[in-house]
């Protein structure tokens, strides 16, 4: 015999379904949450909560904490438009990475097997040059997947991002210390 209120809330930076278990758990711990369903298809979480025990700003607050964002606009209306801008600004942000990452990687990739097929002559500094195109590749492309793990890390938890970041940076850091020890001839 509660009264409830509806609550429909846009979430941004969710992956895969950990997320989605990961924002339900973060929302799920303020109090006076009734129930709350999110959505990974359309990124959207549907919060049922007890009227003057929450409020609005206290479960975008929680989701925020738990590592991702939220599209807030008061008006139905202007959600929409405010959905296809965070949108359309995430598909430009991926673009652009994939870009970049191209112009680092299609160049280190062609190298690289033209060095190990014998195309090129002997040089010891190609190793060098390999780290210097991997490294914008590891640090501006795999940026968002790094600070992923970290937020899920931070909340004790797991994601895609974690696996994504912590294979990458083992094979980044393993080839530094290789790449250190032939410069050191160790």
């Known amino acids: 015999g ?19 278990n990961n924002v339900e758990r973060a929302i799920k711990k303020v109090p006076g949450i009734l129930s709350v369903n999110v959505n990974l ?20 607050g929680a989701i925020e904490k738990g590592g991702y964002g939220v599209v807030d606009v008061d008006d139905a209306a202007d959600m929409e438009d405010a959905e296809a801008k965070a949108r359309q600004a995430e598909i430009d942000h991926q673009k652009f990475l994939v870009i970049f990452g191209m112009i680092f990687t299609l160049p280190l990739f062609v190298l690289n097997m033209s060095h190990m097929a014998g195309w090129l002559p002997h040089w010891n500094l190609w190793d060098y040059l390999f780290g210097l195109l991997a490294t914008p590749v590891q640090f501006v492309v795999g940026k968002q997947y790094i600070m992923g793990a970290y937020k899920a890390a931070r ?9 994504i970041a912590m294979g990458s940076s083992v094979a980044y850091v393993y080839s530094v210390i290789v790449l250190v020890g032939k410069a050191l001839n160790i």
């Not at 409830?4 to 997320?19: E, H, P, W």
């Not at 990124?43 to 700003?57: D, L, N, T």
């Open 2 to 20: 509660v009264a409830q209120g509806d609550l429909d809330l846009a979430i941004t930076g969710m992956t895969c379904a950990s997320c989605v």
């Open 41 to 60: 298809a359309t990124e959207h979480a549907i919060i049922k909560y007890i009227p003057g025990a929450v409020r609005r700003s206290d479960v975008i």
């Open 155 to 163: 909340n004790k938890t797991t994601n895609m991002d974690t696996l």
